[in-house]
């Protein structure tokens, strides 16, 4: 049985940890999604976003740590579709076969009515595409086919990984209007993208990763970055060992300070308390939340990738 | 587990449904050259069931391999598995209903290859000769059917273990043959190491052996090392791999 707790999460993530070999593409991830929002889960290309949909929908084991579907492993639902439904990559739709089959052989695995198929079609916009096969479908089509596989078994989870690619502005506007009444309805939605701009009309929540660990998680309001606080300190490792104990977000700067996801009179408080010197306490520029995912994303300075002193020459002018 | 869906998913693809036409196509084609062909050609003008069904079902030493590779390995090289494991997680049951469809599946096209045999030879041999014999049929049968589930089932352990479509069929397809000539070489160098060395990896003529009850070590070997350990390691990897 699920958990029937109506505040218990949808889906819940804890302490998940992902190596392949040296590199650790999750570390440690933490957070959870709750009925009735959208949760954005952000981060750069090869920050770990798609490894944990993978070991959220059992596909992926982790090596420490759990991903819950309302208190289960994905891999012990009995009829994960009818709970929870997934799209992570429409490329492996079988080319081979037309949607309409692929919502058919959907609607049978899950013990869905066959006449649903043809709704889900419409649902997505692809009526008229029905008898093609997928092989001819466009990249945005596939999505949307995925999309209503995901959405045959009527669940009320979706976990979509990068939902809007390949889509065009009215497929984006459309797809931001499902999921949004998704989610209004009581629904748990968790998408994934890499691009802020494509998420932030849609979610309540963000819960932003860079190289595999959790840099920050909250409501777009707390994310502001008027939420936010930069931040010094003495001993810099007893500041970080502090908001970690905490679950506090932070973000190192290339200045050595620290973006803190907290108001700056709270985490003064928290300085007092935990007995930390600060070196530096100011409310973050108001940068625009973008900036911030910029910021709290980007790769650390490598002596091996920075620009060579001298320039590269400038190309040829046509005689 | 739920071997229907998996037959409905691998005939809902237009490859595996032109597969099975081309199959069934060679199929009909090797009963009518069987049928009529025999009684012109015998000196007898007979139509042998037996010879009939050998004809009739070599079309299949090709098209079960392919087909058991195309539903086994085909969902890992296209990565449409990753559809079917998102539905059905438990990967015990989804591998065990596809082994389930392929040995079905291979099933009736054996049968409908019996059939057409059959009536080619009777319509051959009534028709155009001095009609069908069946003497030695049984005998045929056994071995047919021996030979054609260890060719579905070597088939099944490569596609288990290899989880590649093209890597599967080159050594499906592959193997018997290499192990075919290689017994022939044997045979004509008089060599008796190569010639028990052979043996060890000739399913073929194991299968045919274990079929009349000679169950001695050498004919068990070819099934160990072939089929039981490559089928082994295949679900071992199943199980664990990571679906990307």
Redesign the interface.
């Known amino acids: 049985m699920l958990t029937t707790d109506p505040s218990a999460p949808a889906l819940e993530i804890r302490g998940l940890t992902k190596r392949f070999g040296a590199h650790t593409a999750v570390d440690d991830l933490s957070f959870a999604s709750h009925p009735g929002t959208v949760t954005g889960f952000l981060g750069p290309n090869g920050a770990g976003k798609s490894t944990t949909l993978r070991m959220l929908t059992g596909l992926a084991r982790p090596d420490v740590g759990v991903a819950l579907v309302g208190g289960r492993p994905y891999r012990e639902l009995e009829h994960p579709g009818r709970i929870i439904g997934v799209m992570l990559d429409a490329t492996t739709l079988h080319r081979g076969r037309t949607g309409l089959a692929t919502l058919r052989l959907t609607a049978r695995t899950l013990g869905m009515p066959l006449a649903r198929a043809e709704e889900m079609l419409e649902t997505v916009g692809l009526t008229a595409a029905a008898r093609t096969r997928v092989g001819a479908y466009s990249y945005g089509m596939r999505q949307r086919l995925g999309l209503a596989v995901a959405l045959m078994g009527d669940p009320a989870i979706l976990v979509l990984d990068e939902p809007a690619n390949g889509l065009d502005p009215e497929g984006i506007r459309w797809m931001r209007r499902l999921l949004r009444d998704f989610a209004d309805a009581g629904g748990t939605v968790l998408l994934s993208s890499h691009q802020l701009r494509e998420v932030e009309a849609t979610v309540d929540r963000l819960v932003v990763i860079s190289r595999g660990r959790l840099v920050r998680e909250g409501t777009l309001a707390e994310l502001r970055p008027d939420h936010a606080t930069r931040v010094g300190a003495e001993i810099p490792a007893a500041l970080t060992a502090a908001l970690d104990r905490h679950g506090i977000a932070w973000a190192p700067r290339p200045d050595g300070l620290l973006d803190v996801g907290l108001p700056p009179i709270d985490l003064g408080r928290l300085a007092v308390r935990e007995r930390i010197v600060l070196t530096a306490l100011t409310a973050a520029e108001s940068e625009g939340l973008e900036e911030l995912f910029f910021q709290l994303t980007e790769e650390p300075a490598d002596s091996s990738t920075t620009a060579p002193s001298t320039p590269a020459p400038a190309p040829a002018l046509a005689s | 587990m ?1 071997p229907d ?1 998996d037959l ?2 691998h005939l ?5 449904r032109l597969v099975l036409a081309a199959t069934l196509a060679v199929i009909v084609l090797a009963a009518v050259v069987a049928g009529v062909a025999q009684p012109l050609l015998l000196s007898d003008g007979s139509a042998d069931l037996s010879l009939s069904l050998y004809i009739t079902a070599l079309p299949l030493t090709v098209a079960l391999p392919v087909i058991a590779v195309t539903m086994l390995a085909g969902p890992f090289s ?6 079917t ?6 990967r015990r049951a989804v591998l065990g209903s596809n082994v389930l469809a392929v040995l079905a599946l291979a099933a009736v096209l054996f049968a409908v290859t019996l059939g057409l045999a059959a009536l080619a030879t009777w319509l051959g041999g009534t028709l155009l000769g001095t009609g069908p014999v069946i003497d030695g049929f049984g005998r045929a049968l056994l071995v047919q059917s021996a030979m054609l589930l260890a060719t579905t089932v070597f088939s099944v352990a490569v596609a288990l273990l290899l989880r590649s479509t093209v890597l599967a069929l080159v050594v499906a397809l592959g193997v018997p043959v290499v192990v075919s000539a290689a017994g022939g070489i044997a045979a004509a160098l008089g060599r008796d190491a190569l010639v028990t060395v052979v043996r060890a990896v000739d399913l073929q003529a194991a299968a045919s052996s274990l079929a009349f009850g000679e169950a001695s070590p050498i004919h068990l070997l070819p099934l160990l090392l072939l089929v039981v350990l490559p089928a082994a390691l295949g679900v071992r990897g199943w199980m664990r791999t ?3």
């Open positions: 739920r869906l409905r998913a809902s693809a237009l490859g595996a296209d990565r449409s598995v990753q559809q494991l998102l539905q059905r997680p438990d990571e679906v990307a």
